[in-house]
């Protein structure tokens, strides 16, 4: 099975997981420092910026888009409790 590495800026930890997980459970797994609290797009509290491999990352989904147009945020920020790694990325955890 293919891995991807995930480069949770916040603490400088590099992460390999199975291409096709959850951005959530590799966080989750790893310990690294993503707040979540819905775990369903509605919060906004795993707010984070894809700073490289946005292309890696799953397609955002209707409501995920809605959700973050209504916080006027920059295009590669997204929620990480929707993203699925398809590749390597590179994020930095933002909140709400």
């Given at each position: 099975m293919s891995t991807a590495t995930?480069?949770?800026l916040l603490e400088d930890l590099l992460v390999q997981a199975p291409i096709g997980t959850s951005l959530q459970a590799i966080a989750d797994a790893s310990g690294a420092d993503i707040t979540f609290g819905c775990r369903n797009g509605s919060c906004g509290t795993c707010r984070i910026r894809v700073t490289?491999?946005?292309?890696?990352?799953?397609?955002?989904?209707?409501?995920?888009?809605?959700?973050?147009?209504?916080?006027?945020?920059?295009?590669?920020?997204?929620?990480?409790?929707?993203?699925?790694?398809?590749?390597d990325i590179e994020v930095d955890y933002l909140g709400l």
């Open positions: 995930v480069h949770f490289q491999g946005l292309e890696h990352c799953s397609g955002m989904g209707s409501e995920e888009r809605d959700f973050l147009k209504g916080l006027s945020v920059a295009e590669d920020e997204r929620l990480a409790c929707r993203v699925h790694v398809n590749g």
